[in-house]
């Protein structure tokens, strides 16, 4: 695999690093993804699992406020595996003590940080066998039994490192150190879990990202190199796998070392080729602008792979942008513009016959943002937005100048991603985020553009890349 040297910890003009301010620089990644992955998965940059590590420090309080939240990083040049998981020291509780007007257990941690735990949430989360189906990690307690204003007859640090609670029907229950430490309440250990357990951190690029790229068979064979890839789709939002066997059934190969293929209308698979009375605009030698695939399902896939088994005589490059940094850049340059896309919901269709006969609606925001306003989703395809617009007549003319605003933002040279693929290469890019498109091409007699896909949703996804994180960790 290559990853080519990034100014990527370095370049101030980007946001510089996003480690702690009191951590040093971390040094040059290596050559390939499969050698960074171990080191990057023992080494955090996130300013949130730092702020973690301080939380509850005032005995009987809950933490203070959270530090404003780290922005989406900007990077150029070359981008590699940034891990928000680190193997924390072993966390040692001095002291447990009941705060019964409260209704708490506060733990006192070795390191003097205190943490807070609710009687209910401790009881309804006993680990014992007959709360918690220990072989399915599945809480076994019904909710209808869980008496949520119990009380609590004692606390006590047991043994290897235990809080042991006993409840007044004398029903015990044992929890590890580690276990309590990583749930606990306050708002900077919370945001650093939630951080581990999804990856929401995305670094945004322009032009002038150079895709990282891995070596296909390294990536199905050896589980670094797996979790390199997978943390480095997530975080960049798009990783070029090389050394694809230059035949059919590559996709659906790659889709087994995560799970299992998303099937819709259009196969578990699908070829891009030039036909004769094509069923989507794909299948044809036209340009595609920016778009992402398959808004007119309600739940549109979430991954795409995309490999090339033949390239075209001329033509045919990929085109690629960054929809979250371009919905960010919307925002702070036309507000206005930024609102109609994230609060219009804009009806999509897809129509003719395939793997069965389909006829798709939905309707979707062409910008989704969560509840705090950040970029959760980007659903554009100009060849499937309908004809039908559910609006008042006198909000068209401004939905109209708000898309315009959003594509010349995105056609910007600056903020365009050109990229050819040749024979074996395999495309694998976030299509919740990335907006892809193409250049007309041209085949010759003897040749033509051949292009195998499929879709994957991020559930599987990011439950694979939990378990290889595990099992790399556990080796290291």
Not at 313 to 322: L, N, Q, T
Request: hydrophobic share 35%.
């Amino acid at each position: 695999m290559v990853i080519n040297t990034p100014q990527f910890q370095t370049d101030k003009r980007f946001g510089g690093t996003f480690c702690c301010p009191e951590e040093t620089v971390h040094k040059m990644w290596m050559s390939t993804l499969a050698r960074v992955a171990r080191p990057a998965l023992q080494r955090s940059t996130s300013a949130v699992a730092c702020q973690a590590g301080r939380a509850c420090r005032r005995p009987g309080h809950a933490a203070g406020p959270l530090p404003s939240r780290p922005t989406l990083t900007h990077v150029r040049g070359q981008q590699t595996l940034v891990s928000a998981s680190p193997p924390e020291a072993r966390q040692t509780v001095r002291h447990a003590r009941a705060l019964e007007e409260e209704r708490l257990v506060e733990v006192e941690w070795d390191d003097g940080g205190h943490s807070l735990y609710p009687l209910t949430w401790l009881r309804d989360n006993c680990q014992c066998p007959l709360c918690t189906l220990q072989s399915a990690q599945a809480r076994q307690l019904l909710i209808t039994d869980l008496d949520i204003h119990s009380g609590i007859h004692s606390v006590e640090v047991i043994n290897d490192n235990k809080v042991s609670v006993v409840w007044p029907d004398q029903h015990t229950s044992v929890f590890d150190a580690e276990w309590l430490k990583k749930r606990c309440f306050s708002s900077a250990a919370r945001q650093s879990l939630q951080e581990e357990l999804f990856l929401n951190e995305r670094h945004h690029w322009d032009s002038e990202l150079r895709i990282p790229t891995g070596d296909f068979q390294e990536v199905l064979r050896d589980d670094e190199a797996a979790l390199a890839w997978l943390s480095a789709l997530r975080r960049v939002g798009i990783v070029c796998l090389k050394g694809a066997p230059t035949e059919r059934g590559q996709v659906a190969r790659l889709a087994e070392r995560i799970g299992y293929l998303r099937l819709t209308f259009y196969g578990h698979t699908w070829q891009v080729q030039d036909k004769h009375m094509a069923n989507n605009l794909a299948y044809t030698s036209k340009k595609l602008s920016l778009h992402t695939d398959y808004p007119a399902l309600h739940f549109s896939p979430g991954v795409q792979f995309v490999h090339c088994i033949s390239q075209a005589v001329e033509g045919g490059e990929s085109e690629m942008v960054d929809g979250f940094h371009m919905a960010e850049l919307l925002q702070r340059e036309d507000p206005e513009a930024h609102r109609t896309l994230t609060s219009t919901l804009v009806d999509f269709t897809d129509t003719g016959r395939d793997y069965c006969d389909f006829l798709l609606q939905s309707k979707k925001y062409i910008i989704e943002v969560d509840r705090e306003g950040r970029v959760q989703r980007i659903n554009i395809n100009h060849a499937t937005r309908d004809s039908v617009l559910d609006l008042p007549v006198r909000q068209v003319q401004p939905f109209y100048r708000a898309m315009r605003a959003f594509a010349d933002i995105m056609n910007r040279p600056e903020n365009l991603l050109d990229y050819r693929m040749e024979p074996g290469d395999m495309l694998t890019f976030d299509n919740w985020r990335l907006l892809h498109g193409r250049k007309s091409y041209v085949t010759g007699p003897d040749s033509s553009r051949h292009l195998e896909g499929a879709y994957l949703d991020w559930d599987e996804v990011m439950s694979r890349l939990r378990i290889l994180r595990k099992s790399v960790n556990k080796r290291a």
